[in-house]
């Protein structure tokens, strides 16, 4: 019987928060069985064009009215109180620090995954929490194989009865199959600045909030929304 709680960290611009992120974050949390999964939407980030995003309030507030009827997920501001430019190992840290006795979980997309030998000291995130691949179905483990012992380190080994790659010192990689949602925030802000419907990509309160702010160049700003 396990003691510790199991915490899920999320991270990403969020710019917007849309139903493929959701479902992808539902389906880990069911399939790790995690207590609580943290959105950290990033507040600078490294690998971006700042000029893209709105502004980390807007952000924030849209992912805590994607977020307010479920049991397990909620929003920090964490990056936004860190300062400065968002890099994940100094998050993770500050978590660790908050929650010392808890199990760390981080999500991060496939195709990302692949790059993280970009991330600022990038080794040292697999001494701080375990890293969950969302992997379209299909995927395989010996997909990152390669990837993980040229990158990251030759001691991973896959351990097929827990579906993982465990390592003597470090946490482990989990690949885990997630629904896969052809959603891309970049279409939804394209969409939204051709004044075309985004509804079913995001939850409706996110819809209402970026057209009440006139968000990613929407048109008229709606009236009779408000923040329940």
């Given at each position: 019987?396990?003691?510790?709680?199991?915490?899920?960290?999320?991270?990403?611009?969020?710019?917007?928060?849309?139903?493929?992120?959701?479902?992808?974050?539902?389906?880990?949390?069911?399939?790790?069985?995690?207590?609580?999964v943290i959105f950290v939407p990033t507040f600078i980030p490294p690998h971006k064009d700042v000029s893209l995003l709105v502004d980390?309030?807007?952000?924030?507030?849209?992912?805590?009215?994607?977020?307010?009827?479920?049991?397990?997920?909620?929003v920090s501001d964490l990056e936004m109180r860190l300062g400065g430019v968002s890099y994940t190992v100094r998050t993770l840290a500050?978590?660790?620090?908050?929650?010392?006795?808890?199990?760390?979980?981080?999500?991060?997309?496939?195709?990302?995954?692949?790059?993280?030998?970009?991330?600022?000291?990038?080794?040292?995130?697999?001494?701080?929490?375990?890293?969950?691949?969302?992997?379209?179905?299909?995927?395989?483990?010996?997909?990152?194989?390669?990837?993980?012992?040229?990158?990251?380190?030759?001691?991973?080994?896959?351990?097929?009865?827990?579906?993982?790659?465990?390592?003597?010192?470090?946490?482990?990689?989990?690949?885990?199959?997630?629904?896969?949602?052809?959603?891309?925030?970049?279409?939804?802000?394209?969409?939204?600045?051709?004044?075309?419907?985004?509804?079913?990509?995001?939850?409706?309160?996110?819809?209402?909030?970026?057209?009440?702010?006139?968000?990613?160049?929407?048109?008229?700003?709606?009236?009779?929304?408000?923040?329940?």
């Amino acid at each position: 019987m396990r003691t510790s709680r199991r915490i899920g960290v999320f991270g990403g611009s969020f710019n917007p928060v849309h139903l493929g992120h959701l479902r992808a974050a539902e389906e880990v949390c069911e399939e790790l069985e995690l207590d609580q999964v943290i959105f950290v939407p990033t507040f600078i980030p490294p690998h971006k064009d700042v000029s893209l995003l709105v502004d980390f309030e807007h952000r924030y507030q849209m992912l805590s009215l994607a977020l307010k009827d479920h049991p397990k997920f909620t929003v920090s501001d964490l990056e936004m109180r860190l300062g400065g430019v968002s890099y994940t190992v100094r998050t993770l840290a500050a978590l660790r620090g908050k929650h010392e006795s808890s199990e760390f979980f981080f999500l991060v997309g496939s195709d990302a995954f692949l790059e993280i030998d970009s991330w600022w000291h990038y080794r040292e995130l697999f001494q701080l929490a375990s890293m969950v691949i969302m992997t379209r179905p299909g995927t395989s483990h010996g997909d990152f194989k390669e990837f993980i012992h040229e990158r990251i380190d030759s001691d991973y080994r896959w351990v097929n009865l827990r579906r993982q790659f465990e390592h003597p010192l470090f946490y482990s990689i989990i690949p885990v199959s997630v629904t896969l949602m052809d959603i891309s925030a970049s279409r939804i802000r394209k969409l939204v600045a051709m004044d075309r419907s985004i509804r079913f990509l995001v939850p409706e309160t996110v819809r209402e909030y970026i057209i009440y702010y006139r968000l990613y160049g929407s048109g008229e700003r709606s009236q009779g929304w408000e923040q329940k």
